[in-house]
């Protein structure tokens, strides 16, 4: 997390359970112990919930956002969700529903304009979840969207009929960040080519891509492909994104 440097504010941090339909979704809220300046949704990377995002969380709100991160896998219990390894994890991805999906990102927000009186919430996501701030960029629930090396098109593996892919509702997104690596399998130049031409008239949505980085190269320091250098001018323009 050495990217994302700590504010100044005293934060406060606990687990609670947002509801999607009668399902219950696991989530964890973090906020300034003063009045945040906004709202965060932050949809986690295919592990889902976890110390790194809780961490990067609280981290987020002592810059004085309100935070909340969704658990991608809310149908998976707990006690089996700790123990899915990556592989598993994406085997499972070509069954998730995109309405369930957005539902429980817009029941977070929801959530943080009822508990923490914010008027503008945003969504900010990494791989997976950058996968789907693309797709809740385009809900008209949020203000604004940064999706870390998000994919662009559906990767085939995950292809099921409860998704849709990101460039299909791209032209109709917030304001919108999107970073890329250069070298990043799952999103392709093809495929940043092709947002970029659907971004073509939108001068409130921008296209960071980083010559040879490699997928997550941002957000878990514990991945070989992390790049502290650049992780946190990116930090920085993520936080002045998503803050009035």
Same mark, same amino acid.
């Given at each position: 997390m050495t990217g994302l440097e700590q504010g100044r504010e005293e934060t406060t941090s606990q687990d609670v359970s947002l509801r999607v339909d009668g399902l219950a979704v696991a989530a964890h809220h973090a906020r300034p112990d003063g009045m945040p300046?906004?709202?965060?949704?932050?949809?986690? *990377?295919?592990?889902?919930?976890?110390?790194?995002?809780?961490?990067?969380?609280?981290?987020?709100?002592?810059?004085?956002?309100a935070v909340m991160v969704v658990e991608p896998f809310p149908r998976v219990p707990a006690e089996q969700r700790?123990?899915?390894?990556?592989?598993?994890?994406?085997?499972?991805?070509? *069954?998730? *529903?995109?309405?369930?999906?957005?539902?429980?990102?817009?029941?977070?927000?929801?959530?943080?304009?009822?508990?923490?009186?914010?008027?503008?919430?945003?969504?900010?996501?990494f791989c997976m979840g950058g996968?789907?701030?693309?797709?809740?960029?385009?809900?008209?629930?949020?203000?604004?969207?940064?999706?870390?090396?998000?994919?662009?098109?559906?990767?085939?593996?995950?292809?099921?009929?409860?998704?849709?892919?990101?460039?299909?509702?791209?032209?109709?997104?917030?304001?919108?960040?999107?970073?890329?690596?250069?070298? *990043?399998?799952?999103?392709?130049?093809?495929?940043?080519?092709?947002?970029?031409?659907?971004w073509s008239s939108r001068d409130d949505c921008e296209i960071v891509v980083v010559e040879g980085a490699e997928h997550g190269f941002v957000h878990d320091p514990d991945r070989p492909a992390y790049r502290p250098d650049d992780a946190a001018p990116l930090w920085a323009q993520a936080l002045a994104w998503v803050t009035p």
């Open positions: 300046k906004a709202g965060l949704v932050l949809a986690p *990377d295919i592990g889902g919930i976890r110390p790194l995002f809780e961490e990067m969380a609280a981290r987020i709100a002592s810059h004085g956002l700790a123990g899915l390894a990556v592989e598993d994890r994406l085997a499972r991805v070509k *069954d998730l *529903d995109d309405g369930e999906q957005l539902g429980a990102l817009e029941a977070a927000a929801d959530h943080l304009v009822v508990h923490d009186d914010v008027r503008q919430v945003s969504v900010l996501g996968y789907y701030t693309l797709k809740a960029a385009a809900t008209e629930r949020f203000d604004r969207a940064v999706a870390f090396y998000g994919m662009i098109r559906t990767p085939e593996m995950w292809e099921g009929p409860g998704h849709r892919s990101p460039l299909d509702t791209a032209a109709v997104v917030c304001p919108t960040l999107a970073v890329f690596g250069g070298a *990043d399998q799952w999103s392709p130049a093809a495929d940043i080519d092709a947002l970029r031409q659907a």
